[in-house]
C-alpha cells in the first residue's frame, strides 16, 4: 500500500463558464452556441482536486471572492474533502471566473478574470506555513500573483518540501526566482511563450526544455498534450508516449495531469513512471466534460492503468 500524502495547493480558484460552439462570433455577430457548462475551476483548485482524487490529503491556500461563488467554491472544496482553513473570502472583490470555449474536437481557449486569486499575497502564505511545512509538495500556478509564486517557491527550498511550479497561464518571469526549481510543468504553448522558442515538435521541446533547464531548474516537464511528455534533466531527456483515448474536452487537462504527478511522485513512483501515470489520468479527464468533474477517481485510475498500463512507453532521448 502506497503511503498517504499530504499535497498543498497555493493556488487560485474560480468558476468555469463553458460553452461548447461549432465556430466563433465575427466582431458584431450574435451566434449560436451549442451547449453550456457551470463548473467548479481555477488551476490551483483543478489540481487540488485531482490530487485529492488519486488519494493524497490536500489543502489549498486560495482567496475567493464577495459574491455567489466565493461560499460555494469553499462548499465544494469541504464536500470533495479538501481542507479549506487557508482558504479566505476577500470583500469587495468578485471571484475568480473563466469563460471558456470548446470546439466540437475538444480544444479549448480559456479567458480568466482572476478577481480574487489576485488578492492571494506572500503574508498568507506565511499565515500557512504551520500547514505548509507538514506537506511532501507544494504545487504553484501562475493565476495568483508573481510574488506569492516566488515567495512560495523560496519557502520550500528553505524547507526542503519538493515544489512543482505549472507557469500557466504562461507570462514573463523573474529565471532567477525560479533556479533550483525541482518541477516546472509548462504545456507546449507556455513553454513558447516562457523561452520565445518555437515548440512544434520533439525536437523543438528538447531545445526549449534545455533552456529553461539553462535557467537552474532541476527537472522541466513539456506536457505536449495528445503527443505526450518529455521529461528533461541536465543529465537525462526522456520522452513519454501518450495514451490513445477519445477526447470530448481537454480542459483541465494540465491540471489533472500536474495534480496526479505530485501524488504519484510523493507515493514514491520513480520521476518517468509518474509522468507515465500523470499521462494517462490527464488523457481520460478528457474524455468528459468539464474540469474538476471530468477527474478520474483512484480506483478508476487503477482499472484503466491495469489495462491500458502497457501501451504507452519512455524513451531515452540523447540530450
Ligand atoms: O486549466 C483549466 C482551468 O483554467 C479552468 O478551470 C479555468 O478556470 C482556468 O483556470
Redesign the pocket.
Known sequence: MAKRSRIAVVG?A?V?LTTFTDRFPKPGETCFGQKFDLGF???GA?QAVAAHLCGADVFMVARVGSDLFGPATIENFKKIGIDTTYVKQVEGVSS?V?P?FVEPNGQNR?L?VKGANDELKPEDVEAAAGMLRTADCIVLQF?IPLETVYYTIAFARKHGIRCIVNP?PAQPIDMKALAGLDYFVPNETEAETITSLPVRNLDDAKRCAGKLLECGMRRVIITLGAKGSLLAGRDSMDYVSPFSVTSIDS??A??AFIGSFAVFLAEGATEQEAVRKANLYAALSTTGIG?QKSFYNRAQFEEEWTTQGRTSAVLGLSS
Do not use: F, L, M
Request: cysteine-free; glycine content about 26%; proline content about 0%.
Open positions: 487560485s474560480n468555469d475551476g481555477g488551476k483543478n475568480g473563466a471558456i480559456i480568466v493565476e500557466a480542459t483541465g494540465g491540471d474540469t
